[in-house]
């Protein structure tokens, strides 16, 4: 599945997240923080991060679904390690465990070759 494939999606488009690749089961975001994307201490607001990486997660659990089912996040942890600052990121994400209903995730957030973040969510699949 191509980057074309699965897109990043309304809200986490419009903050500038650009897929860069997904396979089967993974995906892989880039993002580039701006001033817009700061918190009052000028580092990289903790809900953009949360919203990446559940972007990311999204993204690769779409991947191993079928056409009929969507992944819906029913729990989410971030674990921040250490802040962000202006300049661009990459988020990779991968499906870790898929059962009948639920699929668990984890995603890893880099700048400069450093992490800022690491998250783990269950997903429930829903059927349209």
């Known amino acids: 599945m191509s980057s074309d494939d699965v897109a990043a999606g309304g809200f986490a488009a419009r903050l500038g997240a ?3 690749a997904t ?11 701006t ?18 990486v559940d972007t990311a997660m999204g993204m690769a659990v779409r991947t191993t679904t079928g056409d009929g089912d969507v992944p819906a996040t029913s729990q989410l942890t971030v674990t921040y390690l250490r802040p962000g600052k202006p300049g661009p990121l990459i988020v990779t ?11 668990v995730c984890e995603a890893d ?20």
């Open 18 to 20: 650009r897929p860069e």
């Open 35 to 52: 001033e817009d994307h700061l918190n009052p201490a000028g580092t990289l607001h903790g809900g953009v991060l949360a919203t990446l």
């Open 23 to 33: 396979e089967d089961g993974s995906a892989r975001l880039a993002f580039e923080v």
């Open 93 to 103: 994400a991968r499906v870790r465990t898929r059962g009948e209903h639920l699929t």
């Open 109 to 128: 957030v880099e700048q400069d070759d450093r992490s800022l973040a690491h998250a783990v969510a269950t997903f429930a699949l829903l059927h349209r």
